[in-house]
């Protein structure tokens, strides 16, 4: 296991269609995050999970937005009805659940909407 | 809302120089992280310092904690090129990862 992967790296799409990214953590790992980047800004917090439970959901995460972990593995982050202003880096993450332990990065997922 | 807010914003410094960069941040935390992210790329941990934690050294990088004033700030000793780099602060209130971050720090390194 060489660390937290998420596909597709790219992802362009025209306004108003689906997309769908892919994040497996560090197999260990049973928290996982998501956070979303746009250019020139620190990432901001949009959702995490403890195994398959969603424990937290940001503000930023709008009702177009779904985040699932069905068996504690991987996530997947679904945004419906896509924007421009959906055009952002998305970011996984997954740490250990004990406390003060690092969350782990993936590289990804740049999404744009033209 | 991103708490942590790093000062100062860009810096560009010569190969061996040191490099320092401050954060604030606003609420009572568990802990304080500092990541680094290269162009474009996802981000990669350098340190985590605990509340009661004062100072924290990892190879070149120092890191200090003033609970007191709400405040961190990240020493880059003997800079090297390929630590050009754009540094994020991140606040976690509960230890439990949930971080908020800054605005981060773009650092240039001119060999």
């Known amino acids: 296991d060489t660390g937290v992967s998420q596909n597709p790296r790219h992802k362009i799409t025209k306004r108003g269609q689906n997309v769908t990214f892919r994040c497996d953590p560090i197999?260990?790992?049973?928290?996982l995050y998501w956070y979303r980047q746009t250019l020139g800004q620190g990432p901001e917090f949009l959702t995490y999970?403890?195994?398959?439970?969603?424990?937290?959901k940001s503000r930023l995460l709008s009702d177009r937005f779904s985040a699932e972990r069905p068996k504690g593995s991987f996530s997947t982050l679904e945004i419906q009805r896509t924007e421009q202003g959906d055009s952002a880096m998305y970011l996984c993450?997954?740490?250990?659940?004990?406390?003060?332990?690092?969350?782990?990065f993936g590289q990804g997922t740049r999404l744009t909407v033209v | 809302s991103q708490q942590g807010e790093e000062d100062p914003q860009a810096l560009s410094i010569q190969e061996g120089e040191n490099a320092t960069m401050n954060c604030s941040y606003k609420?009572?935390?568990?802990?304080l992280q500092w990541y680094r992210q290269n162009s474009g790329r996802g981000l990669v941990h350098l340190i985590l310092?605990?509340?009661?934690?004062r100072e924290k050294h990892s190879g070149r990088l120092r890191v200090t904690l003033d609970t007191s004033k709400k405040s961190s700030s990240l020493l880059i000793t003997a800079s090297r090129a390929a630590d050009t780099a754009s540094y994020f602060c991140?606040?976690?209130?509960?230890?439990?990862?949930?971080?908020?971050f800054g605005k981060g720090n773009q650092v240039v390194v001119i060999p």
């Open positions: 993450a997954s740490s250990f659940r004990d406390s003060n332990t690092e969350a782990f």
């Open positions: 999970f403890q195994n398959e439970a969603q424990l937290e």
């Open positions: 609420t009572s935390i568990n802990n």
């Open positions: 991140a606040t976690d209130l509960y230890g439990n990862n949930r971080l908020a």
């Open positions: 310092i605990r509340s009661n934690e």
């Open positions: 197999s260990e790992h049973n928290r």
